[in-house]
């Protein structure tokens, strides 16, 4: 795994960083003290870690987990089934619903600051009363107030551009040299110069999106002082809005090819962000004060509405372009969730998202009105005020009970229906490998039939979220009344007309998903202060991010940094360096095999001829190609083995859950290649090496599973004839590395 350390990889105890700095680097065995552990003879194995990138300081782990929908809006255009669209209209779709994410943050805060205490709390004494922190705020007039209040989620974009941004100096200098691509030329593929470098696009739209968080600020505030008393409020409300369509104009616009017209572009943008935001506020704080009126902020739940609004319609249109531009896969495999992983992965990031806000906003206003959780059907003393959420919350609360509940029956449902077939398949592999079972061991042969039977759930995960996106895509029906600011109470009161039966039933049923959700939040929040004071828990989350994170951030810059910025140039390098003094096998386990794939796809035709690949527990096929068609799917497959001159070996064991084969016809699957020498890559490993025990044993031999390959003896058998078959050049032995984590 990605933060496993250098000694378990290499199965040696005293080890050496001879490349690399504490965040990622190259390791040996230190000189003297003998071989890696099951390393060939002749062989210099090297081992790359790139842990810290991924599993590193405690706090930057934990602030992670806040960025999950951000990962995931990022994540979703790379599932796309061509690869022709990245800078073009589903690019653009994916681009507006990640800037719709900013502006939802924005508004959570401000609905929280502002709005909950400043124009719902301070104002009532009973909610301020026992409270010093809020007390003070009364002496304030209702406009300065809330031009102080806005100064908070200004700073917690501040603070959101900082954690995106954490990691550019650990990327230093592992970019590529050649020059910056044009955008139209980095919609190929993996093999394209300079494929894996986002930096210029990641500063592109970190400055739009910050120009989206401060006008959504703007809007708000200028909203709730009421700007209609004087014609310089209306003027600059309608400047912040326009700086809200002018940044969404620019996400939809083609990243500038270079950094000097990016900067041409961006200064302008800059100082009118400035420039807006400073007469708001100053706007705010000069206005007198106003009586204030009962109920939410002056354009808040009209706001929250809308951009719900425009979520839907974004993910309508995100999931037709898709549909539209997928195409059939010629082996006959069909792509995951028939090629429409973007839309639901953006629908993901979405509901991620509102679970956050929703969570946010609900959790301080139980707060502040002391325990009560308002409702049209249970209103708060009237000296309390209103303190109610938007509506657009109630109706998340809801769904996201409602999807919870069907994903799960789903979940149940697909495992229940598909045992059977996975039952199947485990009683002719273990009737393959095991065909005469003593009595005394059927036991054992019942364990392994059940270890296989459960990892074959990872090829059953579609239904699921096929079911999600249905759930979310029927949520969009919830549109229209939130723009009429109609709560799920006040919907099934006016169905029914019964007030004190439907109405408590539905006002109940949304409290329940308020808790739901505001746990599971909770949940995620705990397992971040786990990652903080455990490194074993930071290993976990960082399997997470080694699947979320592989990608560039071409769609929200305020998501999780990509490591592959880093650790693809880095190992591309490091393998040409050492491919020049003589053959190298690239050996990759799990996610490592994917970074091994795109090493190669990056590599010169110089260095090629001298370079064989190893892969084991590889879900290049299993997971990748079925997520990614347009970037790793059957065609990068045959290109990387044609590229290697199918000087290339994939390990794989029935009893992985992640890992399987890449080619030829196991389990159903038909041929991806059509050269011959595919179907020589694929080698299966039996798993466990035997039922019974052995003699000279206590116990039997253990289920390997997912990890370890490398103290098989196939493993070593595979590693001398890769290196006899690259060749050998030069004086130097050949080097079997680097071996990426899992």
């Known amino acids: 795994m990605s933060g496993a350390s250098a000694d378990k990889i290499l199965g040696h105890p ?8 504490r965040h990622a680097g190259f390791y040996r065995p230190r000189p003297g003290t003998g071989a890696a552990g099951g390393a060939s003879p002749g062989i210099a194995v090297e081992a790359y870690r790139w842990g810290a990138l991924t599993a590193g300081a405690a706090v ?25 669209d990245r800078f073009g209209l589903l690019g653009a779709l994916c681009r507006l619903l990640a800037g719709s994410l900013t502006a939802a943050l924005m508004l959570a805060i401000i609905g929280v600051t502002v709005n909950l205490v400043g124009w719902q709390c301070v104002p009532y004494a009973e909610c301020r009363a026992d409270r010093a922190y809020l007390s003070w705020l009364v002496a304030l007039p209702m406009g300065p107030r809330l031009a102080l209040l806005s100064l908070i989620p200004l700073l917690a974009l501040r603070l959101f551009w900082s954690i995106g941004a954490r990691s550019a100096r650990t990327f230093e200098g592992f970019g590529p040299t050649s020059p910056e691509p044009e955008p139209s030329e980095m919609t190929e593929s993996l093999t394209t110069p300079g494929f894996w470098d986002d930096e210029r696009i990641t500063a592109w739209l970190r400055q739009i999106h910050v120009g989206i968080g401060a006008g959504t600020v703007d809007v708000s505030l200028l909203a709730g002082v009421s700007p209609g008393r004087s014609l310089i409020g209306p003027l600059l409300l309608d400047a912040a809005a326009a700086l809200v369509a002018f940044c969404a104009v620019l996400l939809c616009l083609p990243v500038p090819a270079s950094s000097a017209q990016a900067r041409r572009l961006l200064r302008p943008l800059w100082v009118t962000v400035a420039v807006v935001t400073c007469l708001s506020l100053g706007y705010a704080a000069a206005t007198p004060a106003t009586e204030p009126v009962v109920g939410q902020l002056p354009g808040y739940q009209g706001s929250t509405g809308g951009l719900v609004a425009t979520q839907g319609v974004l993910l309508v249109a995100i999931a037709v372009v898709t ?51 308002p409702d049209p059907v249970r209103p708060n003393p009237p000296s309390y005020g209103p303190l109610e959420p938007p509506v657009a919350y109630w109706w998340a609360a809801i769904a996201g009970l409602i999807a919870l509940l069907l994903v799960a029956a789903a979940a149940a449902a697909t495992l229940v229906l598909t045992r059977r077939r996975r039952r199947t398949l485990a009683e002719r592999v273990v009737g393959q490998d095991y065909p005469n079972v003593p009595a005394d ?6 364990l392994v039939r059940e270890i ?35 709560g799920p109470t006040q919907l099934a009161t006016r169905l029914s007309g019964q007030h004190d039966q439907i109405g408590v039933v539905a006002a109940y049923t949304t409290d329940i998903g308020i808790w739901v959700i505001s746990l599971l939040v909770v949940a995620l929040l705990l397992l971040g202060y786990r990652a903080y004071r455990s490194h074993e828990t930071r290993r976990l989350v960082a399997v997470l991010w080694d699947l979320g994170t592989f990608w560039p951030r071409t769609v929200h810059p305020f998501a999780p940094p990509c490591y592959a910025a880093r650790a693809v140039p880095e190992l591309t390098k490091r393998v040409a360096a050492l491919a020049a003094r003589g053959p190298v096998v690239i050996s990759g386990h799990s996610h490592g095999s994917v970074l091994a794939a795109a090493t190669i796809l990056q590599l010169s035709p110089a260095a090629l001829p001298s370079v064989a690949l190893l892969t084991h527990g590889c879900p290049l096929r299993r997971i990748y190609a079925r997520l990614y068609p347009a970037y790793l799917g059957d065609r990068t497959l045959c290109e990387l083995g044609d590229r290697l001159d199918w000087r290339w070996r994939n390990l794989w064991r029935d009893t992985d859950p992640i890992g399987g084969p890449l080619f030829g016809r196991h389990r159903g699957a038909q041929p991806s290649c059509d050269n011959p020498a595919a179907g020589s890559v694929d080698v299966r490993l039996r798993d466990p090496r035997a039922i019974t025990i052995d003699p000279a044993d206590t116990v039997p031999p253990p289920v390997e599973r997912h990890w370890p390959y490398h103290t098989q003896p196939q493993y070593q058998a595979a590693v001398r004839e890769l290196a006899d078959r690259a060749g050998r050049a030069g004086t130097t032995d050949p080097v079997a590395g680097p071996e990426p984590p899992t």
Not at 14 to 21: E, K, L, T
Not at 72 to 83: C, D, E, K, Q, V
Not at 470 to 484: F, I, K, P, W
């Open 14 to 21: 005293i080890v050496v960083r001879v490349a690399g700095d």
């Open 60 to 84: 930057r782990t934990a602030s992670m987990l806040l960025l999950v929908p951000f990962m995931l809006s990022n994540l979703a255009i790379w599932l796309r089934p061509r690869s022709d």
């Open 323 to 373: 549909f539209r531009r997928q195409k059939t896969n010629p082996t006959g495999n069909r792509p995951f969730l028939r090629g429409l992983g973007t839309p639901v992965v953006a629908a993901m990031s979405v509901s991620v998202a509102a679970a956050f806000t929703a969570t946010l906003v609900f959790r301080v206003a139980d707060h502040l009105d002391r325990g009560h959780i």
């Open 441 to 446: 061991a059927a036991a054992r042969a019942h």
């Open 452 to 486: 296989i039977t459960r990892s074959q759930v990872t090829d059953e995960l579609g239904p699921m979220l096929v079911v999600f996106f249905v759930v979310s895509a029927l949520g969009l029906a919830t549109v229209a009344l939130d723009l009429l600011g109609i």
